[in-house]
């Protein structure tokens, strides 16, 4: 009796958790924020597929993207790291549980802006600060039927500049339907609904908040699994449309691309440059126990992203 209670509470809180949170994102959606950490993708993985992911099964930032994948997820280990331009760099570590028609993750992704030089009024040096931002979080996903699921990611958002450091509470919310008959699937989130609970001024910066939906199919007649993804911020302003692609070849090696409508911000007027601008490469080799991958994106005069990735599958 008391896991048929346990079960069925669990089912209606997850379910009501994300009809409350999809019904709250949708005013919100003209939210705009400053703090990056939030709005970035944290595996390399995600990096060489132009960050697609809503709809992504096989997705390494699905606690970020949409929650509700987790529930087709392997469970195991993740690592990654990535190296920006300026000394940027990320880093992430989750650790996934499947549990019986649930999936619960464990998160904590950093970013560090580097080092930077202090001075007075008068342009003297008087030392050196840094600025990082580190996002704590907890993932739940649940089945509802045999083709729908539903998912919400929890946690903190902490921004610090040196000794200044701003609080955010952060929900994101999703659902899948998997269309197994197609090979596909369809899926919607709303990420980063978010609360100020401590904020560098008076004035708490808004957080950027997003509605996003995806598709992801694999083709009848390429090794291929391509993902499409449109994003909306902002009543209009600053949309998105992503597209990406994973190639399956034999002695399980992966090859990724991927390319979004921000391409055109990072024109140049350099032919060359401005073809290749905004394109992501990458490449994965899986074991039955260990993933590992590769990724590059090219982002023209703002330079090169280069990771490294791991996960593991007990």
Do not use: C
């Not at 074991?287 to 996960?311: A, C, H, K, M, W």
Request: charged letters at 15%; glycine letters at 12%; hydrophobic letters at 40%.
């Amino acid at each position: 009796m008391w896991m048929w209670i346990r079960h069925h509470f669990f089912r209606t809180f997850v379910t009501l958790s994300v009809i409350v949170a999809v019904g709250m994102g949708l005013p919100f959606l003209q939210a705009e924020g400053s703090y990056p950490g939030l709005e970035i993708l944290y595996h390399v993985r995600s990096l060489s597929m132009a960050s697609v992911g809503t709809a992504d099964g096989s997705g390494m930032d699905m606690t970020v993207t949409n929650p509700s994948l987790l529930q087709s997820a392997k469970g195991g280990l993740l690592l990654s790291v990535m190296r920006y331009p300026a000394d940027i760099q990320t880093e992430m570590v989750e650790w996934r549980i499947p549990w019986g028609r649930r999936t619960t993750a464990v998160s904590l992704r950093h970013l560090g802006f580097g080092t930077f030089d202090e001075r007075d009024e008068e342009g003297v040096k008087t030392g050196q600060f840094s600025a990082s931002e580190t996002w704590m979080s907890v993932s739940f996903a649940q089945s509802l039927f045999r083709s729908l699921d539903v998912g919400m990611t929890g946690g903190l958002f902490l921004s610090r500049v040196q000794d200044v450091t701003a609080t955010l509470g952060v929900l994101t919310a999703g659902g899948v339907v998997t269309l197994n008959r197609y090979d596909m699937r369809v899926g919607i989130s709303v990420r980063n609904l978010g609360v100020t609970l401590n904020s560098y001024t008076e004035y708490g910066e808004p957080v950027p908040s997003s509605l996003h939906v995806g598709l992801t199919k694999k083709l009848a007649y390429l090794p291929l699994e391509l993902s499409v993804d449109a994003g909306w911020w902002d009543k209009g302003h600053r949309n998105i449309v992503r597209l990406g692609g994973e190639f399956t070849f034999p002695y399980n090696l992966r090859l990724r691309w991927g390319t979004s409508s921000n391409r055109f911000d990072l024109e140049s007027n350099r032919l060359w440059q401005d073809m290749a601008a905004g394109t992501s490469l990458g490449v994965g080799f899986l074991t039955p126990n260990l993933s590992v991958d590769l990724g590059i994106e090219y982002r023209g005069v703002g330079g090169t992203v280069l990771g490294v990735g791991f996960s593991s599958h007990p």
